[in-house]
T-cell receptor
């Protein structure tokens, strides 16, 4: 079974631009979560989508948004990029979205650099 | 809110030595606890999880962790370190049984030959 696939692996953007990151979950997984990883703040939860609906949301500004398609693929968008948005963005999928019986499977991430 | 604290941002051991990575959680109820490993330029891989079925949890790659309620701890151990164990390790708690996981700051493990 193929793992979680994130594209692109690397992105360089300029402050003020917007960016879209893509995530393809493991086949059959309906939950997709997004995390931001930075040296200063560590791993922080952005949001989770389940069956095309945002089910949970972390404490990030509205510039961060996402969506999920009917095939469970997900995209994350960041508008009006700031230098502080430079990070590794990780996508994780799980089968039904509950933590104990459905652990997260992570992709290798998209490293976003904002200049 | 439930959280985890990892003691020691860096741990260095010799190859063949015991690995002990410390994690304490804050919770008034038995939580869902996890250990993940991250190799350079990769995502996180699940090592093991605790879900109250057993206090000693065995994971992949020879790792295990023991849940101690009296100490609110969930330390990760491996009897004999291998060079390939060099990575960053994250303890995590799942407070709401959804995918809003709360991760510790991570412990970078170095294995010396």
């Amino acid at each position: 079974k193929a793992g979680v696939t994130q594209t692109p692996r690397y992105l360089i953007k300029t402050r003020g631009q917007q960016v879209t990151l893509s995530c393809s979950p493991i086949s059959g997984h309906r939950s997709v979560s997004w995390y931001q990883q930075t040296p200063g703040q560590g791993l922080q939860f952005l949001f989770e989508y389940f069956s095309e609906t945002q089910r949970n949301k972390g404490n990030f500004p509205g510039r961060f948004s996402g969506r999920q398609f009917s095939n469970s693929r997900s995209e994350m968008n960041v508008s009006t990029l700031e230098l502080g948005d430079s990070a590794l963005y990780l996508c994780a999928s799980s089968s039904d979205g509950t933590g104990d019986n459905s652990p997260l499977h992570f992709g290798n991430g998209t490293r976003l650099t904002v200049t | 809110a439930q959280s985890v604290t990892q003691l020691g941002s860096h741990v260095s051991v010799s190859e063949g030595a015991l690995v002990l990575l410390r994690c304490n959680y804050s919770s008034s109820v038995p939580p869902y606890l996890f250990w993940y490993v991250q190799y350079p330029n990769q995502g996180l891989q699940l090592l093991l999880k605790y879900t109250s079925a057993a206090t000693l949890v065995k994971g992949i790659n020879g790792f295990e962790a023991e849940f101690k309620k009296s100490e609110t701890s969930f330390h990760l151990t491996k009897p004999s370190a291998h060079m390939s164990d060099a990575a960053e390790y994250f303890c995590a708690v799942n407070p709401y049984n959804n995918n809003d996981m709360r991760f510790g700051a991570g412990t970078r493990l170095t294995v010396k030959p």
